[in-house]
């Protein structure tokens, strides 16, 4: 027999039961309906849900309770991390205008050499540069399986302030590529495009890259540069960076040092920049030293052709004594043949002064005062 009593007493028991089915229910579904806002969240914004690491959490805990430490833990900066690059890849290129294109040669030169600059103002993320750096070019035109032409890389010529000061436009020295092949004379594609280019064309540029041939801050450093042909483009930005007025007024770095440029060119006619070359010889007589080596004019000891490492040799005793001075960084730019003789007339100047340059360029190379782009 149950009594009134009885089944209310029964009733309550089920209460907690009845309760703990409906919070079990409760709770799945909302752990169900979460993940699906957090799954959904996922797909539309493309990023992952990262869970902080537990270490890491663990670790930012423990330090809360360590005594707080006295050294402020140091910052580690990339060597030249502040120096721009790839602003502009190959798919994306920015399209400069050409403000001019002129010959820097003289009546009686060989070949084709051209100064060319361009508009950079209207880049947008700005396309900046600082001296030693390269650009790429893109020419116009498709290659022989009908892709677009790969890029490629020219040496700036111009200092960051570009050759008008105005901090806009970029400059390249530019030889066009000639050669003869089966009795026919082939063309360059980019260099000549480069060289026929007229102001007001739109020219795709990429980079700006390279960090090898970045000049050091210091303003005592000795700057040996050692160029044969284009080569000299990056050597006339350091020049202008250190002896052009308007330049240091801009830049704001008061060189010290001294500068040696070896360079060497096939004719006096091929000369490239020399009016300026010789106004900083005569503005700073004691910073500046210009040595050239006229290849089909001049005549080395052996009677051959007189490239600029038979002038790093007559030069042995002075040159040897400035890379002796950790101040001294070496910049070589040009034809890559003349890496090999480079590298033998450095061995005997080295041995007159009773070094080993075997063992020196690597050192050299590893303190980063040598600087090697040739092409
Ligand atoms: P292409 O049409 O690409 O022809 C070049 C090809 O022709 C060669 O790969 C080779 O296969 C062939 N070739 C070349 N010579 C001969 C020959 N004698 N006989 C047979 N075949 C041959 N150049 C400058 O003028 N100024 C610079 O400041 C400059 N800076 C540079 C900086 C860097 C870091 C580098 C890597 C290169 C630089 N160059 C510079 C060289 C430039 O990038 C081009 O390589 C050059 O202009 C030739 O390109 P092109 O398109 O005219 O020749
Ligand atoms: P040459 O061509 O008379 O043999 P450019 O680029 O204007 O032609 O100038 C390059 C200069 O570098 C020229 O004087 C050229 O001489 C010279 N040159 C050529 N080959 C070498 C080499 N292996 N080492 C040093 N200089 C070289």
Known sequence: MYSQAKVIAGGLVHIPLVIAVFYFILTTFNKRALKFVEETKTKKTGTKVVEPKKSAVSKAETSKTEQPKTETPKVVKKKHADVPVNIYRPKTPYEGTVIENYSLLKEGAIGRVNHITFDLKDSDPFLNYVEGQSIGIMPAGEDA????????????????HGDDFQ???????????????????INGVCSTYLCDIKPGDKVKITGPVGK?????????????MLATGTGIAPMRA???????????EKNNWNFKGKAWLFMGAPKSANLLYEEDLQ????????????????SREQQNTNGGRMYIQDRVLESANELFNMIEDEKTHIYLCGLKGMEPGIDEAMTKAAEEKGLNWSELR??????GRWHVETY
């Open 212 to 224: 090898e041939m970045l000049l050091p801050d210091e303003e005592d450093s000795n700057i040996v």
């Open 279 to 294: 106004r900083y010889l005569n503005d700073y007589p004691d910073n500046f030293k210009y040595t050239k080596a006229i």
């Open 167 to 185: 901090g806009n436009t970029v400059s390249l020295c530019v030889r066009q590529l000639q050669y003869e092949k089966d009795g026919e004379t």
């Open 145 to 160: 399986n009908g892709k677009p032409h790969k890029l490629r890389l020219y040496s700036i010529a111009s200092t960051r």
């Open 362 to 367: 690597p050192q050299l190379k590893k303190a």
């Open 238 to 248: 350091y020049l202008r960076r250190m002896f052009e007025s308007t330049e240091k």
